[in-house]
């Protein structure tokens, strides 16, 4: 199995930037796919971005396309997403996951094996 600690959220002003970070443990040779979801209240936890873990290919929602950047340093087994002109729709808990095996679509929540804890990231208008 894999162990996800993320880190990084916190409270910030519509316009302003933040990265979180996903450190991931054990069997971190396994895996093929990592990604961001979040989940705001009342509401279903949806895809953010992913990455292939071997590769560059990278994937992102349309509501976060050119404002949030997903990378992954494979020597210190850590996924951040950067986060640029943030808006008050982008506050949610924030989750990072690691899929096990290959899945053409990363989008799927069902995709993913393992889950961090989450982080909360809160946009103030």
């Known amino acids: 199995q894999v162990q996800l600690v993320e880190s990084g959220g916190g409270l910030v002003q519509a316009g302003d930037s933040l990265r979180l970070s996903c450190v991931a443990s054990g069997r971190t040779f396994s895996m093929y796919t990592m990604g961001w979801f979040r989940q705001a209240p009342g509401k279903e936890r949806e895809f953010v971005a992913g990455?292939?873990?071997?590769?560059?290919?990278?994937y992102y929602a349309d509501s976060v396309k050119g404002r949030f950047t997903i990378s992954r340093d494979t020597g210190k087994n850590t996924l951040y997403l950067q986060m640029s002109n943030l808006k008050p729709e982008d506050t949610a808990v924030y989750y990072c996951?690691?899929?096990?095996?290959?899945?053409?679509?990363?989008?799927?929540?069902?995709?993913?094996?393992?889950w961090g804890q989450g982080t909360q990231v809160t946009v103030s208008s």
């Open positions: 990455i292939r873990w071997s590769g560059p290919n990278t």
């Open positions: 996951a690691a899929a096990l095996t290959f899945r053409l679509d990363v989008s799927f929540t069902v995709g993913y094996d393992s």
